[in-house]
């Protein structure tokens, strides 16, 4: 699960992509947030071979992002519950989405999110937590530590 | 790049997964946004192979995420630049690195996103576009439509 290749990059976004394993696991973390939880219902859901569902269910679970928990003993069985790790990855998975509505499938999901108070369809947007303004390029800019990579110092202004 | 094993998957998650190819090209979107364009710049920072660097150029230019520009005619340079497309995924880059500075490296990346009026850091957080809330799977809850696959129907309440 922890790739070698990302050994060298200490930035939290190679970090993250490293626990997550491969890109696909995240289908995974996808249908957990959307309450499944038994092995079938995720073979069902996305289709892939038990061996390949098996490995990656069991990478999601040593990397922490699931927990198994037996529901029955005869047959044995477990099923697959996000830890509280595993569903803060909520932000990637509907930032994800949200690309995707937009940039390929135009349209709408077949699961909603909504607000569970009101009932009211979200539209998820990335914002900045003090000036609640949408995170975009145009309107946030980075900047480099003095730690950061030489390229990096050179294209970006100090921090 | 557009791997066969989403075909089936009509959901904008997978079918996003599915545009942007391997996770590890996120990594030259990041660096994108980072300012950094030209091949040897994209080299440095990932040190990864240069086959390796051009295969997933090519990729994600094909993606539409890039676009090539040539910058030197003798010697041949191109240099690499985010479209529009690919600037939209800067929510997706920034989800997964404030995850990453949470659950695993628990500091600061060193490049800092600030606000590009005021200078002030960012903390990025994934909001409801109109009501302005947070969303946690505590807030915003999923719902299926009548076209969600049957176990998700079973799952959760209908949209």
Not at 109 to 138: F, Y
């Amino acid at each position: 699960m922890r790739h070698k290749r990302f050994d060298g990059m200490d930035c939290p976004t190679a970090r993250t992509l490293d626990q997550v394993g491969e890109w696909w696991s995240l289908l995974i973390v996808r249908d957990a947030l959307h309450g499944l939880t038994r092995f079938d219902e995720f073979q069902q859901s996305l289709g892939i071979s038990p061996n390949s569902l098996t490995r990656r269910l069991t990478e999601l679970c040593d990397a922490g992002l699931l927990e198994r928990r037996r529901y029955s003993e005869r047959p044995p069985r477990d099923s697959y519950h996000l830890t509280a790790r595993g569903r803060d990855l909520q932000p990637v998975v509907e930032a994800l989405a949200a690309w995707g509505r937009k940039h390929v499938t135009r349209k709408k999901g077949n699961v909603r999110l909504r607000d569970a108070e009101t009932g009211a369809e979200a539209d998820p947007v990335l914002t900045d937590r003090n000036s609640g303004k949408p995170i975009t390029p145009d309107t946030f800019t980075y900047a480099a530590t003095r730690t950061a990579h030489p390229v990096k110092r050179d294209r970006l202004p100090p921090a």
